[in-house]
């Protein structure tokens, strides 16, 4: 088997949500209901964060000074790293969070060495923020996580996914492998539609997953 090892970024390497902690600090009005829609189905993963992100009112620099001291990585990634690096086994952060976000705390850790982004991108302009994400290249995917599982499987890969949230269950649902952080609202959801997923606290899990499977 061609493992591959997808990963949430908010919420699972970090153990806070960026994007939600910066939005609580700099954004002005209610983005908090597009949380509630896209609980509800009623947008996309996508819409949901472009939505949000156009309530921001910050710049780079402030956003990144904020959480400088305020993120904190769930325990045993960067091992998880290293044997993946170790075995050619592809890591991929898929988040759908802020990019230079992830950029900024992946160098500062040296793990940009061992892992892969696939994220939206971020731009700031007179007209405020605003994000794009990768095009869907099965239209039929609830959002661009999912589609990435499903255009990995396509290819004979056997797909790994870790995550924490609502935006994170449509991919989890395909999966070969799907882990959710414990107690978390992916963890609830696939409990409730009878996806056995694997709860953790942290990456050691999935790493001695990964051994027992390349015995």
């Known amino acids: 088997m061609e493992f591959v090892v997808l990963c949430d970024f908010d919420g699972t390497i970090a153990m806070i949500d960026t994007a939600e902690f910066v939005l609580h600090k700099f954004a002005h009005g209610d983005w908090q209901i597009y949380d509630e829609y896209l609980e509800n189905g009623e947008i996309t993963l996508e819409e949901c964060m472009k939505k949000q992100l156009s309530f921001l009112r910050a710049s780079k620099k402030q956003i ?68 794009t994400f990768p095009s869907l290249l099965d239209k039929e995917s609830a959002n661009f ?32 492998y799907p882990f959710a952080i414990k ?20 990456f050691k899990v999935v790493e001695q997953t990964l051994r027992n499977m390349m015995m």
């Open 64 to 131: 990144l000074d904020e959480l400088k001291d305020a993120v904190r990585f769930r325990p045993n990634f960067e091992e998880l790293g290293e044997y993946c690096t170790q075995n050619r086994i592809p890591l991929i952060i898929a988040s759908a969070g802020l990019d230079f976000v992830i950029k900024y705390f992946l160098d500062s850790m040296n793990w940009s060495r061992f892992v892969i982004t696939y994220t939206g991108k971020t731009s700031l302009d007179t007209a405020g923020w605003s994000l």
């Open 145 to 176: 996580k999912q589609d990435l599982v499903r255009s990995l499987k396509r290819q004979g890969k056997t797909v790994i996914f870790i995550g924490d949230g609502n935006g994170d269950y449509a991919a989890s649902a395909e999966a070969d």
């Open 183 to 202: 107690g978390s609202k992916l963890a609830r959801l696939c409990k409730n539609h009878g996806i056995p997923c694997v709860e953790i606290e942290d």
